[in-house]
């Protein structure tokens, strides 16, 4: 009974570990490898057969069949799919990563450098200090004899009108001498600034000017000629370290101060400069010094100069420049203009690149020429798009009054725009004048340019049609010059730079490499927008990108000369005669003036129709 009880108790135990294992092998295999069920077609309800089917077979069986369901016919689209089968059916996602123009550009940087633009010219030497003169006047110093004798005739002049004189302090400078007085408690400013002629006749002095007050200081200013003044030289300033270590876009050094300073300005800042003087007092020296500075601190692929000289002899010695500096319209032969007619064909010429340059930023989505340089320097901007590295352009018109009194508006209205316009993409404007009247500095003028420099002037009413004050009428010639950069006027006296250094500046730059032609400027003739009137025009031996163009225009909807010429790269005349044929056409507007032309068809359907239906191009 024993034995019997152990062997029932054995196999128990064994049939339990059996079951035992094999219950964990079936869950480890269903969990590694588990069933996938089969994608099931989900069909409409009423293709199915509700009925099974039978089969009579022998000796009274019957097989029962599945009912059968008919497939439908429907679209791939409107099948409805189980999840497995969208599973099998998931496409892979494959990420595309856009490569980083920054990084691209900066791949670029490593592997060639940054872009520079004076590689053409890379072995360019800037003009040495030597070959300027360092122009000394003996004995002009200012004694101290001369210090007393003025400081106690201000005084007594001051106390006969019983306007008592706490302290009175001496500056010496180049060509004045600036007393600051500073005036008993209760004593107006207005009187002692009626006193001027006073002041002027007990010093037996010309060129008196009174400060009252000065700015920035508790003291009223009595500016005196020195007896003997001084002549600043033009070395001087350029070896001055003020002027070597300026980091100003174009510095120029124009004189020093009362306090015998270098003054440095910033043409980019002004950003426009009006020079005027009677003849002989220093405007023509003063040009060629505002030259010679920039020649000094500037390479070739920096900085372009386009010189209008009516006289024809003040700025004739720069021709000797004109592959390094220069530019011009292409076709002409002389750099230097002196003629009225090319002179305004110049200016639109400029009106021309102004557009295009300002097209540029637009693209590189940048507001001003320094900006859009970096990013070109730091290769971020792709040549093959039309981008380019932009110099500045300094236009220099030494006469002014003549280009007025021979052109008129025509001479006016592209400088005003210029003026309005130009300053964010590099253009800068210096313009000089011997007669500063209301009717050659008109309003429109002295808006644009704030910057301005009066040398000595014939009357009180000139002085305040350059500088908006009097004073430019009591200076005392020579290079005496103020200068109105803001809301102060500053006393200078400016750099004196003779011919034969000039000559020699020249000869030192046109000697070396240069470039195979001068800056050329874009294409303008007289006959482009002259007249607001088409000539006829014969369609049927229009220019062959005549539908291209015409596809342009209605697309941009923007009737602009410019915009052919930029887009074709082609020159402005082919583009204005494309322009005119497209008028004669119909499909754009009349000539107006600096605006782009009204595009009269709205869209390019529509002109398909239109061009279907010109005569054929005459072989």
Not at 54 to 81: C, G, M, R, S, Y
Not at 101 to 110: G, T
Request: charged residues 25%; hydrophobic residues 40%.
């Amino acid at each position: 009974m024993l034995l019997a009880l152990l062997l029932f108790t054995f196999f128990t135990i064994q049939s339990s570990v059996d079951w035992f294992k094999q219950t964990l092998a079936s869950l480890f295999n269903k969990k590694n490898s588990p069933e996938i069920e089969q994608p099931v077609q989900k069909v409409k309800a009423e293709n199915i057969n509700p009925q099974p089917e039978t089969e009579q077979l022998e000796d009274n069986f019957k097989v029962i069949h599945p009912a059968k369901a008919e497939p439908i016919n429907k679209p791939d689209d409107d099948v409805e799919l189980t999840i497995e089968e969208h599973i099998q059916r998931e496409e892979p996602i494959v990420k595309i990563k856009t490569p980083d123009p920054v990084e691209i550009s900066q791949a670029l940087v490593d592997e060639l450098g940054a872009f520079d633009p004076t590689l053409d010219l890379r072995n360019y030497k800037y003009p040495p200090a030597e070959l300027l003169e360092d122009h000394k006047s003996e004995n002009s110093q200012v004694s101290n004899e001369e210090l007393i004798s003025n400081k106690n005739k201000i005084v007594e002049t001051l106390g006969n009108y019983k306007i008592q004189i706490d302290k009175i302090k001496a500056t010496i400078g180049p060509t004045v001498t600036l007393y600051e007085i500073v005036p008993a408690p209760g004593i107006r400013i207005s009187r002692i600034k009626s006193l001027e002629d006073d002041i002027a006749l007990s010093l037996s002095a010309l060129g008196i000017r009174i400060i009252a007050p000065m700015p920035g200081k508790g003291t009223i200013g009595i500016e005196v000629p020195n007896l003997k003044p001084e002549i600043v030289s033009m070395r001087s300033l350029i070896t001055s370290r003020k002027f070597q270590e300026s980091t100003a876009e174009i510095a120029i050094a124009i004189g020093k101060t009362i306090s015998n300073e270098t003054f440095i300005f910033d043409l980019t800042k002004m950003p426009h400069l009006l020079v005027a003087g009677a003849t002989g007092q220093g405007k023509s020296v003063g040009l060629n010094a505002i030259l010679a500075s920039i020649l000094y601190k500037k390479h070739p692929s920096q900085i372009k100069f386009v010189l209008v000289d009516p006289k024809k002899v003040e700025l004739t010695l720069y021709s000797k420049i004109e592959r390094h500096f220069l530019a011009k319209l292409p076709d002409t032969e002389e750099a230097i203009i002196t003629d009225t007619q090319k002179v305004i064909n110049t200016l639109q010429s400029l009106t021309i690149e102004m557009e295009n340059r300002y097209e540029l930023l637009k693209n590189a989505q940048v507001r001003n020429i320094k900006e859009y340089n970096e990013r070109f320097l730091a290769r971020r901007l792709n040549p093959q798009l039309g981008h380019r590295y932009l110099p500045y352009i300094v236009v220099v018109i030494d006469e002014f009054a003549d280009l007025i009194m021979t052109a008129g508006r025509e001479i006016e209205t592209p400088i005003a725009r210029l003026a309005q316009l130009a300053r964010a993409i590099g253009i800068h404007l210096i313009i000089a004048t011997q007669r500063p009247t209301t009717n050659i500095i008109t309003g429109v003028i002295k808006a644009n340019f704030p910057a301005r420099i009066a040398f000595r002037v014939s009357s009180m009413i000139d002085s305040r049609t350059i500088l908006d004050s009097p004073g430019a009428n009591q200076l005392i010639g020579r290079g005496d010059l103020l200068f109105a950069g803001g809301s102060d006027v500053i006393r200078l006296q400016c750099a004196f730079i003779d011919i034969p250094e000039l000559e020699r500046i020249t000869d030192y730059i046109g000697n070396q490499q240069a470039y195979p032609t001068a800056h050329l400027l874009p294409e303008y003739s007289a006959e482009d927008g002259a007249s607001g009137e088409a000539a006829e025009v014969d369609l049927r031996k229009r220019d062959e990108m005549f539908e291209e163009a015409a596809r342009l225009v209605v697309m941009h909807q923007q009737g602009s000369t410019s915009l052919i010429q930029r887009k074709f790269s082609i020159g402005y005349n082919r583009a204005g005669r494309i322009m005119d044929q497209l008028e004669a056409a119909g499909i754009v507007g009349a000539f107006e003036g600096s605006k782009a032309r009204q595009v009269l068809f709205v869209d390019e359907h529509s002109l398909e129709q239109f061009l279907n239906t010109l005569p054929k191009i005459k072989q």
